[in-house]
């Protein structure tokens, strides 16, 4: 995805772009890439180059998060050849998830408190199909 605003400005709260924003957009990416593919195929692609920009924005090794996937090779391999193309898409989203982090160290978190809120906001947009 391109942005008219960089990561960096989303992590100095310089530009407004919530987790919900990024699932949206990039729900629309993989709609625009995957053309004609049943809405089932969608979401599953959806979900998976998802959960790979998540994984790989918290930190996770590839070969960790793949292995969650090792039943499935095709998803694996799709995964592999996709990944090198998500760079800017997980460096948004971590950063993203930094700037949920700060906002509530500023509002008075402390830092294990905000990361834990983050990490609860993140289930429940992830849960709600934001």
């Known amino acids: 995805m391109e942005w008219e605003f960089t990561a960096e400005q989303v992590v100095k709260g310089e530009a407004d772009y919530r987790l919900e924003d990024f699932r949206r957009d990039l729900g ?3 709609h625009m890439n995957l053309g004609p593919a049943d ?8 979900s998976l180059i998802y959960d790979l920009c998540y994984a790989l924005a918290t930190h996770r090794e590839l070969d960790e998060f793949l292995a969650a996937h090792a039943y499935d090779p ?21 950063a993203i ?9 500023e509002a008075g978190m402390d830092l294990e408190h905000a990361v ?12 709600a199909g934001a």
């Open 116 to 127: 834990a809120e983050t990490a609860a906001r993140h289930r429940k947009a992830v849960n």
């Open 39 to 46: 809405a089932r195929q969608q979401l599953r692609a959806f």
């Open 74 to 94: 095709p998803a694996c391999q799709f995964l592999r050849e996709i990944q090198p193309l998500m760079s800017g898409n997980v460096d948004m989203l971590g």
């Open 28 to 30: 629309e990416e993989v």
């Open 97 to 105: 998830l930094q700037r949920m982090i700060m906002d509530g160290v």
